[in-house]
Structure formats: C-alpha cells, structure tokens
C-alpha cells in the first residue's frame, strides 16, 4: 500500500469513529457500533476520498459521503450475513449471532437510513445527485444479491449472467464510491462517467481474481481455505467456464466432481478438469479484459497525470494481492 | 367517508398501480407488487394529498410523495411481519410466508429504496427537505419498533414510556406525510409545523383508541377478537395504566389475571380490575387530550376555513370508528 493510500485510511477511520449514533435504544444502535468497529479494508471510502482528492484536491469534503458508502457495506453486510446463516464475520459473531434476527434485520435496515443521513448533508444541488446514484447503486446491490441467491437453485447459469451478478452486487458500489468524490468534487460529466465506469470495471477483475485466487493461491498465504467455493459448489466464474467448455463427457466428470466427499480428492478433481478446459486461462482473458478496460477509463480522463498515476497503482494494488 | 377522501383514496389507488417495478429478478420484485395488492385503508398517502390539496390547491403533485410513505409503509410492514412470525396480513399470507425470510428481508430493503427513488424526482430543493423529513420519520420508526420488540421483556414499562414508543412507531409517520404534502406545496414554517403536529398528535390519539376499541368494542362490529391485547398480555395504554394505579393487592390482582389460560375467564377478569381502576377513563382522558390539541394544531394553520373543516372531519373519521 502506497503513502496515499494509508493517509485516506487513517482519515476514513478516523471518520468512522467520529459517527455519533444516538445512545438509545441500545439493541437498535449498539449493532452498528459494534459492525463498523470490526474494521474491513475500508476500500469504498477510501475510493470516495481519493476520488474528490484528484478531481479537486480537497478529500475532508467527501467525508460524509465515503462514511455513507461504508455504512451502506455494512448495512448489506448484517442483512447478508443472515440469508447466509454466517456465524462469523471478520473473526468476530455476526449481528444476528451476537444478538437476534430480528435485531439484525432492524439494526440494518436503521443503518441504511443513517447512510441516507450523511447524504443528505450537502446542498440540494449536491446531495440530489449523491442520493440519486446512490439509490441506483442500492437497488443495483440489491438485485445482484437476489440475483446470487436466485442462481444457487438454477440449473444452467451463463457467464453473461454471472457476470452480471457481480456486476451488481459488488462492483457497481466501488464506481458509486468513485463518483461521490467526482460529483462533490464538482469534476465534468465526462470525468464522473469515466471513474464510475473505472470502478465498475476494476470491481469485476477484482471479482474474477477472487474466484481464481479462491483456487489458485498459495495455501501459506490465503486467508481462508484454498477451494472453498468448489468444496461448497459455488457457480464462480471458474465453473460455469468449465460447464460451457466441456464436452458431454467431461460434463458428466465435472458433475461427478460435485458429488464428491472427500476435500483433497474434491479439490484436485476439480483442478484436474479445469486444467483440461483451460478454465483458469479463460478467467485470467476476462479478468485482464476487464483490468485493461478500467485502465481505459483512467487514460480517458481530463486530470493531471499525476491524479492517473494515483488510480493506477490503486489498481495494481488491488490485483497484485495473494489473498 | 366524506366525498373528498373517497376522490383522494381513488387517486392514490390508481398512483400505486401505476408505480412500474422492474420485472427481473421477480423475486426480488414480486414481493412489491403482491404486498401492495393487498390494500389497507390507504391513509398515510391520502394525508400526503390531501395537505397538498389544501395548501396549495393541486394534489397530482403531491403523487410521488404519496406513493413514497405508502411503500416505506409496506416495506415496514414486511419486516415487521418476519419479526412478529405473523403468518397473515390482511387475510392473505405474509411475504415471508409466501416467499421466504430472505426474500422478504431482501425484497423489504429494496423497497425502502423505492421510496427514496420517488422522493428524488422533485426538484432538488424540494427533495432535500422531503428526504430529510422522510430520514428522521424513517429512523424514528425503526426507534418505537425497536422500543416495541424491547418492552416485551421489560418488566416495568411506564404510560409515558408507552406514548413514546407509539409517537415514534406509528404517530410520526402520519406527522410525515401531512408535511410532505406542506413542503410540496410550499406553504409557510409555520403551517408546515402545525400540520406535522396535527398529524402527530391524531396518530397518538388514532392509537390509544386502537388500545381501548381492542378490549371495548362491541364483537358484532369489531373485525378481530376483542380483548386480543389481554389474551396476548400485551403493555397497551391500558395494562400499563391499571398498573401504575393499582394498590399493592391490586397488582397480585392484575398478575393473576395475566396467568389466566380460560379467554372468557380472563378478559371478563381484565375488565373487572379495569373498571375498578378507572382504567378505560384514564385512557380517554389521554386520547381526548391529544385528539384536542390536534384540532387545536388546525385551528392555528392560516389556511382558510375550508381547508380546516376537511382536516377536522378527516380527524372525527379517524375517530369514531367501531373498528
């Protein structure tokens, strides 16, 4: 991580522990405290502050809005830790372990009521465009997690429609993030068209290098099990490539790979088929495809080279990772 | 039902028809449109029109906002539903039953964003002070359901404590929608603030006559079973009351007749300790004395006389109910 990108983090935590929730009801506003304490990468507030900083050299006027985008994560952190039943987040119990369901459901929903609070602290003009794409982004978040439920009981998933669910679901919210700091920072239509869609484009390799990582890392230096996704039958991108390249008999090997009990067997099974269908190149083209277009985007833009430079060694940070 | 409101109700009726949801993912979607089917008396967005109506003479522009408080309605009500296991609404299944809990917490998010959607086609200055109202409302809401969820295991609730819970769970949000209606229609501070506190001051009072119709209505009239309240031990204005005016034998009384399993038996009980207690009394007097001090919020808008007869007969509506 560069000099710049510690210094926005000390701001944005710094930030975050500045944000005054009301003290009662405490099983309302407790949960909130509790989640936005449980740090994270803090990336999207981050991207918010950087954004305004190189569109016109002030962050300390994104500082609500990068607190709003964090708060919306985490809203869908405690919503989504519930449909998926997790016990754990970050080390540590989930609101709806460490309390109740229903306490989790309310605390979130209040959650993402307090983002729309931080919005609306600009001036109309400002803070009309920040809600308005914001509540794009919210909805987009919302149909790709529908959407990545929806495809757990759906027979034959395309990679078109993968990749539009992640699309969604995650990397909308990292050019939501981008824009906030160019609309504040008051830049060119062109210039908010060309960072959301830098970050949206960076947000799917960054997807497609997670899927590929979750197969492909080093065990020594992953963060969690190597293979989960295929111990657990995820439909990544890495499977749905296999499935679409194989032949009718290598279909039936891939199906037999499922069903599969024992781990180590699974796992190499799996590594074994993607090898033959060339699967991990194919995620490497998308993933490079989608890095080289968000590279696109940075070149398009009216800055200083030096503002380019900053995005660009964010990029690389975030796809030179081993976890 | 007086001419006006039914012209109102017909309007709001044709406005929610029209509201376009997306299509994909249906089950993200469907769950909007079926809970919107599903009726209700339709008041939040007829107090958004009809205070348009009189402070400005045009209700149509008041349309968006209306639909706005009647989804945040419904959004609330899915999520309250899952929190209360409540099989039905309205005679019909609730979302979570008719769906699954992760839909309905999923789909209930979105809606919440559909309500900020409408809001944010006014123009700017305009929706700033409609989102900023409708935030407080939302978070305030969130605040007397959680009030609500914490009362149930709360040994000694106080009557002030209860009004509380009430003013923030239901009697803002009708405060809320009268004023969207003020703001859209640009009248004064003033009026803006006497027409907030004539709502909130009905939705206190619609309320404790909620409480008392629940043990004293006549069964002929009365669409659920009376005496529910009592049967379920639930802290109404009216348990609570008994309570803090029972003498220490008294309040073995009450206890006893909480622990009562024979229905006849036990509301025949609550009642008896009722009457004793000057309990139905005491709830009147609150209810009268709120109902009061919102036509005296009327009686001081500088609107014309007019104006002021619709919200007062809209207000003895409300009130002489036998359901």
Request: glycine fraction near 4%.
């Amino acid at each position: 991580m560069n000099k710049d990108l510690e210094a926005y983090l000390r701001y944005v935590e710094k930030s975050i522990a500045e944000i005054n929730f009301p003290k009662t009801p405490a099983s309302l506003y407790e949960p909130m405290t509790y989640i936005m304490s449980l740090g994270g990468k803090r990336i999207r507030p981050v991207l918010t502050l950087m954004s305004s900083d190189i569109f016109c050299g002030d962050f300390s006027k994104a500082k609500n809005a990068a607190c709003a985008v964090e708060l919306f994560h985490n809203f869908s952190l405690i919503h989504d830790d519930i449909m998926d039943n997790a016990p754990l987040r970050r080390g540590q119990k989930t609101v709806h372990e460490k309390w109740n369901t229903n306490i989790a459901i309310l605390s979130g929903d209040a959650m993402l009521i307090e983002a729309y609070k931080l919005l609306i602290q600009y001036p109309p003009d400002i803070s009309s465009e920040l809600i308005d794409l914001f509540n794009k982004t919210a909805i987009a978040v919302c149909e790709g997690q529908q959407l990545d439920m929806d495809f757990e009981n759906t027979e034959v998933v395309s990679k078109e429609e993968y990749l539009e669910m992640i699309r969604l679901k995650t990397a909308v919210l990292l050019g939501c993030s981008f824009k906030m700091g160019a609309v504040i920072a008051n830049t060119s239509t062109e210039n908010q068209k060309d960072i959301y869609n830098f970050g949206v484009n960076l947000g799917i390799a960054f997807q497609l290098q997670d899927d590929i990582l979750d197969l492909y890392a080093d065990q020594s230096q992953f963060g969690k099990q190597v293979g989960g996704d295929i111990l657990a039958n995820k439909k990544t991108y890495l499977l749905l490539s296999a499935f679409e390249s194989a032949s009718p008999s290598q279909k039936s090997e891939l199906n037999s790979m499922l069903k599969m009990q024992q781990k180590e067997e699974k796992i190499s099974a799996a590594k074994n088929l993607f090898h033959q269908l060339k699967v991990k190149e194919q995620a490497e083209e998308k993933m490079n495809h989608f890095y080289q277009t968000a590279l696109s985007n940075v070149n398009h833009l009216q800055i200083a080279e030096s503002g380019k430079e900053i995005l660009i060694s964010l990029a690389e940070y975030l796809m030179n990772r081993n976890n």
